[in-house]
């Protein structure tokens, strides 16, 4: 009796049988994008806040924070845009 492989009829893009299915996979990339910058960005105000309640240096610290949370999101895009189009 010989083995058979499965068929995969799915592309990494999500191109399989069901007609909608790139279009989730496009909105869920957009989700993502989404969630890697407001996230970066709140837990770096809120790191810097905790900083700057601890050295009463009230607006540097967070705004500080906050910019260093934006350059970790932009750059978690940056790494799963190039991942996603290295699969493409």
Same mark, same amino acid.
């Given at each position: 009796?010989?083995?058979?492989?499965?068929?995969?009829?799915?592309?990494?893009?999500?191109?399989?049988?069901?007609?909608?299915?790139?279009?989730?996979?496009?909105?869920?990339?957009?989700?993502?994008?989404?969630?890697?910058?407001?996230? =970066?960005? @709140? /837990? %770096?105000?809120? *790191? +810097?806040?905790?900083?700057?309640?601890? $050295?009463?240096? !009230?607006?540097?610290?967070?705004?500080? =924070?906050? @910019? /260093? %949370?934006?350059? *970790? +999101?932009?750059?978690?895009?940056?790494? $799963?845009?190039? !991942?996603?189009?290295?699969?493409?």
């Amino acid at each position: 009796m010989a083995e058979h492989e499965p068929h995969n009829t799915q592309n990494s893009r999500g191109g399989g049988s069901n007609p909608y299915q790139g279009a989730l996979v496009a909105f869920s990339l957009v989700g993502q994008v989404g969630l890697m910058i407001s996230l =970066g960005a @709140l /837990l %770096g105000v809120f *790191a +810097g806040l905790f900083v700057d309640s601890k $050295l009463h240096t !009230t607006p540097i610290a967070t705004i500080i =924070g906050l @910019l /260093l %949370g934006l350059a *970790a +999101g932009i750059y978690g895009v940056f790494r $799963l845009i190039s !991942t996603f189009r290295k699969a493409g």
